[in-house]
């Protein structure tokens, strides 16, 4: 549920903060916060609105909002009048000067930082990496003290110094002393188990039931793990519950062994060197304030992945659970992620099969402007996506990336359950009226995150359009007013609208009443192409080509995971004949009431010309026969038969029966490729 007072609570810290930064002169960052509160307070007046249809039948509304809707609506037009103003006066004033950190004052953020992740150390009982982190903060306190002439700073460092010297001397005679007491580890409580054998750690598992039986892995499954680390000739290992203590902190700038990722082509053009944010931002910040209308795509070919992280931020903002922020390490103990002055940074990924730990390092390509050639936020100072984009690149092979779909990026980013709904093809059957209804609760219930994308058009067709050919857009938005079906949609590149019905530019559909539901006035918008615009439904049928949907897991009570490899030798071979070689289960049903199950068939991806590329196919077909194994596709007709994806990810939903006579539905799931 959406909590009012969280939005409220976010609409007042944003107005707070822009003030300050507008009296400051700190203009750009104002013009930010002042369109943040007031988007926090549209959302506020949406809720307010629906709550009070909601409670027409009584005589007080339940809200407990402390500002009621013409004090909002005022608000929201001052806000957007204000940064619509300061927007306009810096388009006539020089860019200022920017001031970045000298190198003592970075090093004696690093010594800070160093003392900081000691004194975590030392809290969780750690006390031998606390130490060492002790002792690392002082020798850097010592070494930038030598070279710097600055009073203030050297008073910062025999501050930091004195303080990692004081616990340190504590530590040493006390939880390190050994002579005064043997420290011996303890056994551990759990099972033997050997190191290469650890189990992975699944975060977002907590609230599912796990039903398979066995306590962990098989050997084969980890080995199926195992193999699947290597992705484009790098590991990336399983996501352990020790990883959580990565060491993060550093005397110098942390360095990616695995050297800069490849650049692509456009980005080569423009491209002066690899630089640190604390190199081209004065004051660099993971997070300034979650915002989907911040994000933008630059010169890399994701914008598949930019539209994923709009719609995650959506997510995170609306129903305040952390998603896609989760995923980024450092975080302080509030769970957030932080910046880390030593560069280091950790990006939790589910990759074939299970989450996984991709290191980087903060450099970032740049131009001779010392402007980013890749994806980042409108605030200059923000660095989350940029990071996690890098992440993701340095996985895929480099930022020369072959492109995508959402379902699969939203996976890695999330391990929300991937479908594709074809509005147009020929196998698929599109129910458009009945889609959109599911789509509509699901989405207002937090359940689903969606994006959208556009066949192969004609430049005729983009520029009549206002759309981008074979693009992705991120679904923000979907609101029922009277006879209207109505998406929000977002453009990666943060410019380049929709030009056709309910876009700015239609003089024709937008009604008053429509204007006041919805908060949005075109005549205002139609100067300010941020890439985000209202489409009708019909018409988003009409000109775009699939749904992509991914699913939260919570809305299952039950999982079941098997990670399964079928050897080249074993097949597949001319499985329209014969299908005894292909991998087949059972699957064995107990339903009290009638129940959905959902089995996602995933590809192990290695390569990346396997991913480029394409060429190999997968499918799943079910078989209510009591669980028997099938030998030839003719015997038995299936109960759900497959249709061949070159995407990773294959899904299929039954709805299962609750008047067997034994209480029990056996199903037969037999596994299709062309290639393994």
Not at 622 to 647: M, R
């Amino acid at each position: 549920m959406v909590d009012i007072n969280k939005l409220e609570n976010d609409a007042r810290t944003h107005a707070l903060k822009a003030v300050d930064l507008d009296s400051k002169g700190k203009s750009e960052d104002a013009v930010f916060f002042y369109v943040e509160a007031a988007q926090a307070l549209i959302s506020v007046r949406e809720e307010l609105i629906s709550d009070q249809q909601q409670q027409q039948s009584k005589t007080t509304s339940s809200s407990s909002s402390s500002i009621d809707l013409n004090e909002i609506v005022r608000l929201i037009h001052n806000y957007i009048k204000r940064a619509e103003e300061i927007k306009a006066s810096l388009k006539s004033k020089p860019t200022p000067s920017l001031h970045l950190k000298n190198t003592s004052e970075k090093g004696v953020e690093r010594a800070r930082y160093l003392l900081t992740q000691a004194l975590d150390q030392d809290e969780q009982k750690q006390y031998e990496a606390a130490f060492k982190l002790y002792e690392e903060a002082i020798t850097l306190c010592l070494n930038e003290k030598k070279t710097t002439s600055n009073t203030k700073l050297k008073e910062q460092l025999e501050k930091i110094a004195y303080q990692a010297l004081e616990r340190a001397e504590e530590l040493k005679h006390t939880e390190l002393n050994t002579s005064s007491h043997i420290r011996l580890p303890s056994p551990p409580r759990d099972e033997i188990i050997q190191k290469e054998e650890q189990q992975p750690l699944d975060i977002d598992q907590t609230n599912i039931n796990i039903i398979d039986k066995r306590a962990k892995l098989s050997s084969h499954e980890l080995d199926v793990l195992r193999r699947g680390s290597k992705i484009n000739g790098r590991d990336y290992v399983p996501f352990f519950s020790i990883d959580l203590r990565e060491r993060f902190a550093y005397q110098t700038p942390f360095i990616d062994s695995h050297g800069p990722l490849k650049l692509a082509p456009k980005q080569q053009t423009h491209f002066l060197r690899w630089a640190r944010p604390d190199e081209i931002m004065s004051e660099p910040k993971m997070i300034m304030a979650l915002s989907y209308f911040s994000i933008k795509q630059d010169l890399i070919s994701d914008c598949s992945f930019v539209a994923s992280l709009a719609v995650s931020v959506q997510y995170e903002k609306k129903f305040n659970k952390r998603l896609i922020t989760s995923i980024i390490y450092p975080q302080n103990k509030q769970g957030e992620p932080v910046y880390n002055p030593c560069g280091k940074y950790m990006v939790r990924l589910h990759l074939n099969g299970v989450w996984r730990k991709v290191i980087i390092d903060d450099t970032l390509p740049i131009d001779h402007s010392n402007r980013l050639l890749c994806s980042s936020t409108t605030n200059k100072n923000e660095i989350w996506v940029s990071l996690l984009e890098k992440a993701y690149m340095k996985v895929m092979g480099g930022y020369d990336f072959p492109g995508s779909n959402s379902t699969v990026d939203l996976h890695a980013l999330t391990g929300w359950i991937p479908e594709l709904v074809s509005i147009h093809h020929a196998d698929s059957a599109f129910d458009k009226d009945k889609e959109f209804d599911r789509m509509f609760e699901r989405f207002h219930a937090g359940h689903v995150l969606i994006t959208v994308a556009t066949p192969n058009i004609t430049k005729e067709e983009e520029e009549r359009s206002g759309l981008v050919s074979s693009h992705a857009y991120a679904l923000l938005d979907m609101r029922k007013i009277g006879v209207h079906k109505l998406i929000m949609l977002k453009n990666p590149w943060s410019h380049l609208e929709w030009k056709g019905n309910f876009s700015d530019f239609d003089t024709r559909n937008w009604t008053p009443e429509l204007i006041k539901a919805l908060n949005y006035d075109p005549k205002l918008q139609v100067d300010v192409d941020n890439g985000v615009f209202w489409i009708d439904y019909n018409s988003l049928c009409h000109h775009f080509e699939n749904f992509y949907l991914n699913w939260s897991p919570s809305l299952f009570s039950y999982t079941s995971c098997i990670h399964n490899s079928w050897p080249s030798r074993q097949g597949p071979v001319k499985d329209l004949y014969n299908l005894g070689d292909n991998p087949q289960y059972v699957l064995r049903v107990s339903p009290k009431t009638r129940s959905s199950i959902w089995i996602l068939l995933t590809r192990h991806i290695t390569e990346r010309q396997d991913f480029a590329v394409n060429r190999i196919f997968i499918t799943l077909f079910v078989y209510k026969n009591g669980g028997n194994k099938v030998y030839y596709p003719n015997d038995i007709k299936p109960l759900q038969d497959g249709v061949k994806t070159n995407s990773a990810h294959y899904l299929v939903k039954l709805i299962t029966d609750d008047n067997d006579s034994n209480g029990q539905t056996l199903y037969t799931l037999v596994t299709f490729s062309t290639h393994m």
